[in-house]
């Protein structure tokens, strides 16, 4: 089971110039072989699957953990997603019938546009779907980090490449955490590969051969010592991390460290409504008066409660408290 | 982001007669295109393109938080196929290069063997794989509560059907529980759209018409109360359920009810190596020395820490306790 | 634009003996790369497409009324299909939760019982689905026609095979049909080839290289004649037909002729109601007193209208009367 | 079976300016999940299947109509793609081995030159084949409806978006005709539901929510009263439709009505030969020649009989007589 | 450019009992993620997108000398497949119209009968066909082989489990066969590998970690020293493969081998004809006298030229002479 | 088995302007249904399945070399795409973390660019990969040999709309070759079908019905003779070519011709290194020193034995010599 959290991994510039082109590109993160569904599913399904759980549990918890994580990723690259494709139809005024969509037409996925409303699609660069086939868990736990040792590598391939290719900030900011934290998890199965063989794989880092820090948007989160970290995204499961993930980095001698705790992430923007596709209506206020009303017959706040980035100018108070709804619950 | 909890939704009985046909009809329920993978990635996506999520915060936290529990199904629905399938191949001595697979060749999902270790797939009862184009996400909230609405419908004339055609213990536990959890979510996204439009859509329940209280292994989660509650699946967010979620059910009048904590689950079992498919390995003692090595290396417990079901004999003592590893970590 | 006409091209045997692994044999005749999808939509986009009708109207009438006769021969296989499937599962008291479909289990195509009501789909006999690449439009009609001979081809050599394949007394009046009229089709292309360049492919015909009349299902439709006519299906269109669609036939040198009218068809049978999987419902009678009450409330008769084959015993008095509904409709 | 018709739903501008990006998009209508191949395929399927279609006949009518009239709008999708896609390579000696098709280079569906001439497919917006997993067909009625109904939603949704993307003349004429005629079959699902289930669904439309008269190209439609009728696309069957589809229209209370007689349509433009891509040849005027020489040869009327649009000029005489071609037929 | 060779890379039994269900499992080797259709393509493309081939030059010969190799392993399983199937139907008096393939319903993949004609198809064990998505030719050295070293990995797997799945002797020397082969692939990447990086992977060696000499029957293939040896499968070219294959065997120690030239392989089994599927026709031996008329007018020998297997009885005589025509050829 | 020959089947210009979306389109001549990989694996296949060999051999050698000749034309599509994307991101100092693919955001096919170093991909034009549905291999002859004369059409076809639409002189210099060679494939085709059926196709000729000599690009090709010869691609087998390929070609009424060798080829270019996508590597120069070593400690030459195309500069000595790497090899 999981536990979510209203908080993105890192965080994002908020929506500037629209780029539904690089928004497309983007979409090889998010549904192409090596994109973060991907990593997320592939580590879900191994972790799932893990049999006699106890006697390889420093692997077991590895996998398991590391595909909590990928969740997170693939929210991120959602987020950078609606985010670039922000504006691109006119905000206001921009209803059917109109011609809101017409400088649209043959730029970028047309689905971001004609089937989703300016969102992010399970589908790769080209526009074509996820799909199962790119799950590989094989049951034989040499073979499967094997193959995720492979799979991280070719993501770290396409991070690089859309960095290179798209110049938006969003996509910048998006792949230099990513090319980060993906790094992490490269080694992390190198590393339980050698452990769990003793084969030496650490001169193969990097693949491809460019060090991570020459990424000018990666070195806040290497500076952050976040190269070096394994978070454990579970309160209380997933304990033997450490057993398989530590001893220097094999590029820069650090030690690797594990992380007792996931990282506390940040609000997301509350992205503006888009009604030359509906998005979240034609109206979209219509809804807002309607939640509000729903809120107050059910005895909660009047104002929405969740927490959003603060340019959106709605951020509640504080954060890290448990919170309860307003209104006693009926349990 | 998530927070990977190691329990499973609800207690499956342990391995028993393998039933690999039946693991080939429950992939339905898996990659289907009403599968556990659908409905879990549609709320997902629902979510992540959710715009002006704060003017429709109640409607957000409902569809982001009903996909953090679609998760557990996910996961829950790997464990009933796993189960099934264990023992298929010979357990003791069953490994290459016996003939150990011929009794199933032409018998259920040969990926299953060939591809797996015996483990569920991203695929449906034909072996197809799961793919992004079972995932609707038009940004248009009435719309895309009308889809989630259909695709419950949909989903639960499987899991009805899956359960007529399975009767493997393990399959009916599976089914007896998501019927209930799913009825729940097909009311969620209907009194959704009552709250949006004013609709009134309780009489299309039961749909299909059978109700579920018929069903055997549904009534102990009915005696619960599990098909009025709605689980808040988060610490701290998502806090507006209950704006939406309220009223009587459409069957049989009582109070809807969320519940403001996640379900605390049960561990899974740890399910026996498969040694014929290299699950986890060939020999799969080998790998549980390596790991109490690499443990005692690390400063952790000379036992594996996780906590699995009791049949399985090594559950560790005390649960929800926020643990750490016993060796202090390095941050 | 079309009409539709209540009827089936040709008498099929009532429901005996179900046979769903027969059934997903025929699912080949359906939805394979040959079957009468792929005939009915290669010819329809190619009318669709066709540029210069005018300028080539014999070849343009010759391909659109194809078309329109392959229609009918989707719904045939569908009928048969669906024949074939009921009784599958047990028609009285078969209701869920029964285990009425554990005999199933790993027989046949699972979408006929797990998503389908034992149904036909749009699938080959593997359960993959049809799809738009089987379709051939390259809008040169000299290609088109070459293809569509191809097509032809491959489609008599899979029906000869379901023939082999399945002895199910419906399977064999559905391909002893289809083979008779798939003959006419093939050879309508070689002859349209024939009038558009000269070369004479009367030689390559029985291909496969086995004569129709040696199939005794082939034999009755033969002897009416059926082998030698295109029939026009169209009130008043695609009359050219006949310029290209004459001359001798190639095994047996009898004139070809044009029929100047649709075939009048046969009812098909109303096939009974399978509660086991909800088709039409779960309690299938309910839905009959509902019917029967909306058409008082709309002035039409107490009992149904529709025609249906006599083994139904529900076939209303004449036919080929334009019957008006009885209350008079507001226009 | 179907009688085919060799006219049109309603009327499209001639060829203007072609608009090779907008007819890809337009493709999004033709073969993606929502397009008219799923509106027409879904209910042809469903009526396939329909079983006890006797005790559920006004359901079984309106479904197995609504089939009929949707080929049409298949029809007429691809009427308005080869129309946008008409002069998009030179018409005049734009023949191979000139660089014809240079200025096409990365613009709009490859495939409408590579493969196909200039022509429709069987794709969505972004060149993917529709496929039969967009067919659903549960043989569960209140099902069946619900999807339904969930279609036609869908479709509104990428049909109004179309109209936004793409300005060219064809498009909206398309597009305003789409989108009233779906309108009447979304609501026709919603109608059959409640008069099914007794719950009701008029307070969600229109969805997504802006009124359908809001669209210029609408409004003659609607003037007409297109926006109310259900014609009867048979000239026999599918009696029962008024008992189902009768009360007030949910947007503007006007009463809804049966039309018990199919639309007439219009000629379709005889769309130009594009040399350039072969369609329908080379050199297309030989192809006249030997049609001509066919038509001699076989005692039919020297000139072409098919009805085209006047723009073409080569319209025949009198419509909606009864015609048999000029020579005897041998039957 | 290539040469081919009308001799197989190892000998295969001749068809005994058919086992289609067998036949069925083994195209996973065919046209599964890992099978030889996989191996031999992905290796293809590589070479084909090879840039700088000159400074990289061992690594390109490498790669491209075992796509060579990889054809044949291609050949090698559509032989046993096709051998497999062979007598699966009647094989005398087999022909349509009779039942002949009624024991054939719901046995295997049906398109081995119903779309071939008992033939090997570009598919894998579940009936999907291969796909270019399973190629990945990133262009970065490093990566691909880190990518062939996966993918030799999941091929050893899926052989050791057809391994174990098919007792047919045709699958077991198929198997024996490309396990010593497809281990020195294995092998010759992770060399690779450790050139360009200087990593050692050999401990990752076997993976899986049962050892290939466990199986029967690679014993003869080892025997003859095959998993030591690299052929070079060209007269003139890829003669650098030795700068990179070469040193110790990781399991035995022993100095690997380059040879510098093809195997010799053996002729095929001329498969008999199987009439009940129109292979090659329905009436085979028509074709026999057509050739035979056909070699004589052109001036070649009566008797067909081709070598095959013994066990056909027509072997011709001398073998590894350069042979030319009977005739003289004009040139 | 087959020999590989390091050089291509006829010269290719070298990289001269990039051309990406030139590129993009080409790749139909690859992984479109008509494209060679078709053509190769087609016959490939029907090869491998061909039954009664001995009986059928003219026909059986004719498909089995053809298959052998198209191999090359993949290879050759592949270099020109290669060729066409050289330059496309920048050679020198292109390196990440530049934004050296910023100028090619939503040109041509992404995946040219993210997923692959600048390479051909096994994907049509619209970046859909290629399947196993395009293989065509029914093991009836007289059906196979149709088929295959529809494919080449339909790819004669393909390689003239590519021509019309890309100028670039590699594109143009690779139509010209694949329409002339093609050519002799379609007429092979037709010719054994007329041999086996008596039938004559020969006024199907061309089909496009422009004449290859139009298009000036194939002229050097028909001047050599090209447009006559079927080559036999093997050393010793194959040796029925002549049986089926003879009389006159229906165009021009010259005498074909069977050439007892395959052509000579040419060496293929030795395209540049593409630093921004890693190919081969991030920094290309150091893989060159690793080679130069690699060869040196193994014995052999200090540069790089292989041949590559002289505008490259590094073009060895003799050709057409049988070489023996320079260190004795081990066998």
Redesign the interface.
Known sequence: ?????????TELPPPSEPDP??A??VQ?LM???FGE?STF?NY??QS??????????????LV??I??EE??H??LV??AI?TMLSGASPVDGG????????P????????H???????????N?????????Y?????????DL??N??LE??AR??K????????HPVARALTGYLLVRGGVHQLAYARA?E??????????FP????PTE???ECKPHIKRGDHLRLYR????????????F?GPHPETGE?L????D??E?VPAH?????P??????????E??K??EK??T????SKA?????ASS?G?KPAA???????A?A???
């Open positions: 089971m999981i536990h979510r959290i209203d908080r993105i991994a082109a690089g497309a590109a090889e549904g192409g072989r569904m599913l879900m399904f799932f699957n893990f049999r006699n759980r106890q006697g390889a549990r420093p692997f077991y918890d398991a953990n595909a909590a969740f997170g693939v929210e959602a987020a609606n209803h059917a019938p109109k011609a809101s969509l017409a649209l037409k043959g730029v970028g996925n047309p689905h546009f004609l089937a989703g409303g300016q969102g992010a699609l399970p589908q660069s080209q526009g074509r779907p996820w799909n199962g086939d799950v590989f868990s094989s049951g034989d736990l040499v073979e094997t193959h040792f492979f590598t070719g391939n396409n690089l490449k859309v960095y290179e290719m798209v110049e590969l452990r769990l063989t003793g084969a030496d794989l650490m001169k193969l693949s491809p051969r460019i020459k990424i000018p995204f579970s309160p209380n499961d997933y304990l033997e991390l450490g057993a398989v530590n030690e460290i594990v992380v007792d996931p990282p992430g509350d992205l503006p409504s888009q030359a596709v509906f998005a979240p209506d034609y109206a979209p206020d809804i807002a309607i939640a729903l809120r017959q059910a005895g909660l929405p409660t969740g927490e959003v959106s709605s954060r890290r408290t448990k919170r309860k709804p209104a619950r009926r349990t």
